[in-house]
């Protein structure tokens, strides 16, 4: 394998990114800073800005004087009103739908459920159906909307548009979906796994946003992973990269539809924790436990949100339960501290909505005494802010991301040398 050259309109359209993606991040930046970060001349920089500003991207909201003063310098910001982007998210158990401006900020965000084993081409026509339900509500016209990020469960290959073969998705074998809501709404789709979707909305607009490398934990149906590192997309040689949720925790435990035994997702997914709160509870006694009248009337309504609910207020049983998962997230933080020595760690995703504070402190307290480096720097932990829309934005970001953001692989590509 050797890298391939490259030519000058891709440099000049990577150095067009480079000096958005500035503008971008910053909540308000000169012209000669830019220059300052991105060690453009003035001139490019000068240049490039003109463009952005006759596009309608940037606009020029007032000016600031330099930290040694001197000459007021004219302050830069994205326009978020010059696009839009539609994201959906599908998960085994809902569809998802936002619309956000160019600064990953959502318009609105509808919901409704899907159900397994539901025919691929019926759950394509109901995202349609959902997508122009989400652009008539914000009365965004299709001709301001860069595009449709979909951010799926995964295994998928990306250059090909397909589900391969989703385990919690029965029948989906090879489905080009992409293609299939592409032609059903008329709009460009950009395909991606969720987690790393959520990965690139952390980074657009979320806590990972100017954080070079971090690694984001999905917590939902099931447990995915997604990787930034040296502010690029880290999509791995099948484009499947950051599997999280199949990292060994207990060599010993249950076999994983992977092929593993005691994987991280087998452990700490939703049906797994109501599992083991059921078992506990009918084991008893818990007399300090609220969750144990209620599981004595009737045990299905201790459903996961009821643990996490329960968790959240103290109860002894729900909260011993979710404290276990969060020590088996952090075990797998540790060994991704350890093998990318990662700056930041983001957790997020409907599964711990209620007990973020109960995950981010327990694999806070592992990342500070646990890691090799951690007496040269402690990696830091957060609750996405992006909370259970964590997905959907992403996949609205996946637009964003692609269109704006500077993309090393379309720079510098990679050629095959013949054995």
Same mark, same amino acid.
């Given at each position: ?292 009248? *209620?599981?004595?009337? /009737?045990?299905? @309504?201790?459903?996961? +949100?009821? #643990?996490? $609910?329960?968790? &959240?207020?103290?109860?002894? !049983?729900? *909260?011993?339960?979710? /404290?276990?998962? @969060?020590?088996?997230? +952090?075990? #797998?933080? $540790?060994?991704? &501290?350890?093998?990318?020595? !990662? ?77």
């Amino acid at each position: 394998m050797r890298q391939a050259g490259t030519n000058l309109p891709k440099v000049g359209r990577y150095n067009r990114a480079v000096v958005l993606d500035q503008i971008q991040l910053a909540d308000g930046i000169s012209r000669v800073e830019i220059a300052q970060h991105t060690g453009l001349t003035p001139q490019t920089v000068s240049g490039i800005v003109r463009r952005l500003l006759d596009e309608g991207i940037v606009r020029e909201d007032g000016a600031s004087r330099g930290a040694t003063g001197g000459k007021p310098r004219t302050t830069l910001r994205v326009n978020a009103d010059a696009g839009s982007a539609v994201g959906l998210h599908f998960d085994p158990v809902e569809l998802s739908c936002t619309v956000v401006d160019l600064l990953g900020r959502p318009l609105v965000v509808k919901k409704r459920p899907t159900h397994p084993g539901t025919d691929p081409a019926q759950v394509v026509k109901d995202m349609a159906e959902l997508v122009a339900d989400v652009l008539a509500e914000t009365g965004v016209a299709r001709d301001r909307v860069l595009g449709l990020g979909l951010a799926t469960p995964g295994p998928i290959d990306v250059e090909q548009g397909v589900i391969v073969g989703a385990p919690q998705l029965s029948g989906w074998t090879r489905v080009p979906v992409q293609h299939m809501l592409s032609e059903a709404t008329g709009l460009p789709v950009t395909l991606d796994n969720d987690a790393t979707a959520a990965a690139v909305g952390e980074r657009w607009s979320g806590a990972g946003r100017g954080v070079a490398n971090f690694a984001y934990f999905f917590l939902g149906t099931g447990i995915g992973g997604g990787l930034i590192l040296n502010h690029q997309v880290y999509r791995g040689g099948s484009l499947n990269a950051g599997e999280f949720g199949h990292s060994s925790v207990l060599p010993d435990g249950p076999l994983c539809y992977c092929g593993n035994r005691g994987c991280l997702e087998g452990l700490v997914n939703p049906t797994a924790i109501v599992a083991e709160v059921h078992r506990r509870l009918a084991a008893g006694p818990h007399p300090d436990s609220a969750l144990e009248r *209620a599981f004595a009337e /009737d045990p299905g @309504a201790v459903d996961h +949100a009821a #643990v996490r $609910v329960a968790a &959240a207020a103290g109860d002894p !049983v729900a *909260a011993a339960v979710i /404290d276990e998962t @969060a020590h088996h997230v +952090a075990s #797998v933080a $540790v060994d991704i &501290a350890n093998f990318i020595d !990662v700056d930041l760690i983001v957790l997020g995703g409907h599964g711990i909505q209620h007990v973020e504070s109960r995950y981010v402190d327990t694999v806070a307290a592992a990342l500070a005494s646990r890691p090799l480096a951690r007496h040269i720097r402690v990696v830091e932990v957060e609750a996405s802010p992006l909370g259970t829309d964590a997905a959907v934005v992403g996949s609205a970001a996946l637009v964003l991301h692609a269109t704006y953001s500077p993309q090393l692989s379309a720079l510098v590509g990679t050629t095959v040398t013949p054995a």
